[in-house]
């Protein structure tokens, strides 16, 4: 009998872990270990539980393709559906005898010489791995702003992915920074139970109205009798966020209608000519996340909320002071600012061959082959690796295309007894080259700051086209792009 490790440990248990969980299980492989800081399955969708949280993707193709779910309730699921259909995923696959929560992945060192990662975890001991597989999400670690007093404040503050909902906020002061996909749901839910709230905007984002409406029980059951019709109803949502592309990365004109579309809708909802202009953006239409939303600017209009857009000068201890020296104090302040997204950070110390940290290889920015490998890191995948976010369509499809890449090179580790594979450091090259020159053309570059960029200004988050040309590229694992070391070769 082969005593051959074959071992793989997934990290997180967010779409991308439990997807990956879930295919080498489809596959006959039960040989893996997923491991999970916190003690329940769900990544973004466990994390961001703030008032109004929901999808800004109609759930149809905002779930896994293998797994159509008949009974979500509105065409955007609220977060807690998400949070349930991701919970019944690990149920009914059997995934959940595989994790290990309440256990962090702290550091991976791999060894050249027995062709296997040894994964330090913060409780349990050590796992060695033939594969590593990190799906720790692109949105995960919280971005605090940089803002002078912040620490001082006295009241409470919280970040909009780690809302306390035992703080009560009725009859309170309320302080909201950011004015982002996360502020815009919070904003109006919790504009009618606060007592004053304070939403400080540094840039107005793009609003388009979402076509959002209830799914009732009995569409929900013809959905449930005629599986096609939620299969249709998939392909057109997918079909219809494909052509939004064109405008993203082909041609930026192209979304001047889409434009036209949200400022006609800014007149309609915001009467009052001042307010409408400090809520008019003047960047290209695309280039920071477009929002969408049928009740932000109801609530930004409500005798309670100011939008204040002087400028914040500082937090003091008792709220905000802004740059024409005006002081608001608050109960409580919102931190909707976002996460640390570009920032060329290994999620935890990966050591490659010859010891080499990632965080080094990445000193100039995070950089994959198909967002998948990094050349010096065998034996290594990402999910939602570099430059595979979106602007425009469900990351799910993005997702289960690398599942079903790294499925092939787990294959062929198996297969041909590798004891290692590595990405081709000229083929990573090559890749990278031409993802940034096409980048260069697209919406992202058209000169506003944004997530999608790391600090040198370089993008290290998305994808720069449609989803099908990633699906077609990442299809098949091919193995002229690596350099294969057999198992008995020294
Ligand atoms: P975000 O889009 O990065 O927005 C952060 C907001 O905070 C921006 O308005 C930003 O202003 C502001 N901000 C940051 N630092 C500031 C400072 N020092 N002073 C003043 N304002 C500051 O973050 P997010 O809203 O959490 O969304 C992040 C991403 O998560 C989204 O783009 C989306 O991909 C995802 N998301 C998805 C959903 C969904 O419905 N599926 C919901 C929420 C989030 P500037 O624009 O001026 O930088």
Redo the contacts with the bound molecule.
């Keep these: 009998m082969s005593t051959r490790n074959n071992h793989v440990v997934i990290v997180g248990t967010g779409f991308g872990g439990l997807g990956m969980a879930i295919r080498l299980k489809q596959a006959g492989f039960h040989d893996f270990t997923v491991l999970e800081q916190a003690n329940g399955v769900g990544g ?1 969708w466990r994390d ?1 539980h703030y008032p109004g ?5 109609e759930s149809h193709l ?1 779930s896994f393709s293998f797994e159509p779910n008949p009974g979500w309730t509105r065409t ?1 699921a609220p977060q807690r559906e998400i949070l349930a259909y991701l919970e019944h995923c690990a149920d009914k696959y059997g995934i959940r005898p595989h994790i290990r929560f309440d256990t962090a992945a702290t550091g991976g060192a791999f060894d050249e010489r027995t062709g296997l990662w040894t994964v330090e975890t913060s409780r349990g001991g050590p796992i060695l791995a033939r594969a590593v597989i990190s799906a720790t999400g692109g ?1 995960s670690r919280p ?1 605090y ?3 002078p007093g912040l620490s001082t404040f006295a009241g409470k503050t919280f970040h ?2 780690r809302w306390d909902h035992d703080y009560p906020l009725e009859g309170k002061t309320v302080g909201v ?9 919070i904003v109006p839910s919790i504009a009618p139970r606060v007592g004053q709230m304070h939403v ?4 107005p ?1 793009w609003i388009l109205p979402k076509a959002d409406h209830d799914i009732s029980p009995e569409e929900q059951e013809w959905l449930r009798r005629l599986p096609v019709l939620q299969r249709l109803a998939r392909l057109r949502q997918y079909a219809l966020h494909e052509l939004m592309a064109f405008g993203f990365v082909v041609d930026p004109r192209i979304l001047a209608f889409a434009s036209q579309l949200a400022l006609k809708y800014l007149k309609k909802s915001v009467p009052d000519r001042a307010l409408r202009e400090k809520l008019t953006p003047h960047y290209t239409m695309g280039c ?2 477009i929002l ?1 939303s049928n009740d932000y600017h109801r609530a930004i209009q409500r005798p309670n909320v100011e939008l204040v857009t002087e ?2 000068a500082a937090v003091t201890d008792r709220g905000v002071l802004t740059k024409d020296g005006k002081e608001r104090p608050l109960d409580a302040l919102v ?5 640390h ?1 570009a920032d060329a950070v290994a999620p935890f110390t990966v050591r490659g061959r010859g010891g080499r940290d990632l965080n080094d290889a990445w000193r100039d920015g995070a950089e994959a082959y198909l967002g998948t490998t990094v050349s010096g890191f065998p034996n290594l995948f990402l999910i939602v690796g570099p430059n595979t ?1 979106l602007g425009h369509s469900s990351m799910v499809f993005m997702i289960e295309s690398q599942i079903a890449y790294i499925h092939g090179a787990l294959r062929a580790l198996d297969a041909r007894h590798l004891r290692l594979l590595d990405v081709r450091r000229d083929a990573q090259e090559r890749y990278n080259q031409r993802l940034q020159g096409r980048l260069a053309n697209t919406v992202w570059s058209s000169g ?4 999608y960029q790391a600090k040198n200004g370089r993008n290290t988050t998305l994808w720069p086209g449609f989803t099908f040309e990633f699906r077609m590229r990442t299809r098949r694992f091919d193995p002229r792009d690596y350099e294969l070391v057999p198992e008995a070769s020294a």
């Design positions: 973004t961001n949280a929901a999808c800004d993707i905002y955007f949105l971005s702003p940089d803002i909009s992915a920074i950011g004015t982002g996909a996360s502020a815009i749901q400080f905007q540094r840039t984002p920071k996340r969408l400028g914040i931190l909707a600012t976002g996460f997204a976010g506003c700051s944004s997530w």
